[in-house]
C-alpha cells in the first residue's frame, strides 16, 4: 500500500502504523524519514510505503498543497501526473496509467473528484521542461500499448483522452525557467534515477 501524507502529520501517522502492528525499516526510515518511510505488516505479506510531501523519483511533484480533499486518494491528476513522471516506465505503470484514463474523464474543473484535472496537469508541466518531457514521451509509450492491447469496454475513449492530454500540455502557459530549459534540450540530463533500495 502506498500512502502521502503531510511532514506535519508524519509522527501521527507513524504512530498509527505502529498502534496497528505495522513494523518500521528502522535502517530505510532513519535514512530517508525527511522523506519517506516503510513499514511491514508483522507477517511479511505486504507492506506499506510512504511519503511526505512530495513524490520524488525521476522528477519531483509537490503535494503539499494536494492531500487536503474530500477523497480517499490524492487527486486524480496527480495519480496520473506519479506515473507519467517515471523516467524508466515499465509495463505495470503503462498498465496502471491506461487504466485510469479508461476509468475516468479528463476535466477542466480541478475540483471535480471524479475526473483527472487538467488544470494541474497544465500548472505542473507548464513550470518544468524536464517533466513535461518525460510525460510527452511516456504519453506516446501509452498510445503504443493501447495499441497493442486495449483494455475491453473502457469507460472513456483513451487514444482521445491521451490526445486531449498531449493538446493540453501543448497549450499550457510555460514559465521562463520552462523555456529557458527548453533550449537546451536532452544535451544535458532532463530527469533523476532514483536510488532503489532494497526491503
Same mark, same amino acid.
Given at each position: ?92 505503470? +503503462? @498498465? ?5 484514463? $479508461? =476509468?475516468?474523464?479528463?476535466? &477542466?474543473?480541478?475540483? #471535480?473528484?471524479? /475526473? ?22 511516456? +504519453? @506516446? ?5 493501447? $495499441? =497493442?492491447?486495449?483494455?475491453? &469496454?473502457?469507460?472513456? #475513449?483513451?487514444? /482521445? ?23 537546451? @534540450? ?14
Amino acid at each position: 500500500m502506498d500512502f502521502a501524507v503531510a511532514a506535519k502529520a508524519a509522527t501521527q501517522f507513524k504512530d498509527l502504523l505502529t498502534a496497528e502492528g505495522y513494523l518500521p525499516d528502522k535502517f530505510f526510515n532513519g535514512l530517508h524519514g525527511e522523506s519517506r518511510l516503510y513499514f511491514a505488516a508483522p507477517d511479511g505479506q505486504w507492506s506499506i510505503d510512504v511519503i511526505i510531501d512530495e513524490l520524488s523519483m525521476s522528477h519531483r511533484l509537490d503535494l503539499r498543497d494536494r492531500l487536503t480533499g474530500p477523497a480517499p486518494t490524492v487527486p486524480l491528476a496527480d495519480l496520473l501526473l506519479s506515473k507519467l513522471q517515471v523516467w524508466e516506465i515499465n509495463t505495470k505503470d +503503462l @498498465g496502471d496509467t491506461l487504466c485510469l484514463l $479508461a =476509468d475516468h474523464r479528463l476535466s &477542466d474543473d480541478d475540483s #471535480d473528484a471524479e /475526473a483527472i484535472g487538467l488544470p494541474r496537469i497544465a500548472a505542473v508541466l507548464g513550470a518544468d521542461w524536464g517533466f513535461c518531457h518525460t510525460t510527452e514521451r511516456n +504519453l @506516446g509509450k501509452l498510445a503504443a500499448q493501447w $495499441a =497493442d492491447a486495449p483494455i475491453p &469496454d473502457p469507460a472513456q #475513449d483513451v487514444p /482521445a483522452q491521451i490526445q486531449r492530454l498531449r493538446t493540453a500540455i501543448s497549450a499550457a502557459p510555460k514559465t521562463r525557467a520552462w523555456r529557458m530549459r527548453s533550449r537546451i @534540450g536532452e544535451r544535458v540530463r532532463w530527469y533523476q534515477t532514483p536510488e532503489e533500495v532494497g526491503h
